[in-house]
């Protein structure tokens, strides 16, 4: 039987190597509530086929649309270690941010999609669970402030505990989809849930990591944080 699984090169590639071209190229505009951390996708990258897959499955029937997909902006905050220390060949790829709004566009998922090279590694040719915890606290992260932002409040909230569940080894090299929503709000309170997704040898999509997490809306946002 013909496996269905994605081959690893088109799992990766482009994505390693388009890297930090944005400042070169004139990038179509984005929506205010995502322009303070996100860039549209420079024209000739693709879609992640992980990505449109681990759409296509929490949303069968519903089209995949490019422009609701982002990258990290280079520019505005260049210093996130995911973004830039944890950045490399063999290390983490270029991410793909994909939000879902609705109707009155307020974000109700994300997705975001991350190649994962051979120098994350915890087990002999595993994630290092770390590494896996610190992808879906930035997930649930730009959840959680592109959802406050979206409904007009400040959009400045931070981690106050993240509890993840280790369910399988997410394989290395390969790639993952770390994807996010929300459980409930109690006041500045924000409880997300969500889980890492990687494609198994069948083609399927499996969990390897879920998670939840309380991010509490900073009262005078993120100027206030003292040192
Ligand atoms: C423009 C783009 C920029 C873009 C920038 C985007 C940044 C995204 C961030 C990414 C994620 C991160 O890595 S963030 C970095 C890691 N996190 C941090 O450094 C946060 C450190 N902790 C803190 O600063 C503080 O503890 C806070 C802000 C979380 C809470 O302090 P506070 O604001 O004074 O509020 P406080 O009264 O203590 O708590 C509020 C309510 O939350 C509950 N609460 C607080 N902590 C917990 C907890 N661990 N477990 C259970 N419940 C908790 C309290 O009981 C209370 O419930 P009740 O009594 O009201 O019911």
Redesign the pocket.
Known sequence: MRCACLPLESLLAPWMSLRRTEEAESLPEVPEVYR??YSALPAAQPLPPLLVLALSQASPGVPVRREQAFRRSRT??PNHFLHSASQGQDALGEAVYYFEADGEGVVQRVFVFWPLGVLLEGPPNFCHGGCGASLL??A???F??TRL?SMGLS???????LHVDYKAPTPLPGAAVCAATLDRV????VFVRGELLVQKPDGTLQASMEANA??????EG?AS?KK
């Open positions: 303070a951390r505005n905050f606290d930035d649930f992260g730009a959680t402030n932002r959009g400045q909230a931070v981690t106050a505990y109690e006041g500045r309170k309380l991010f509490v809306e900073l009262k993120f944080m």
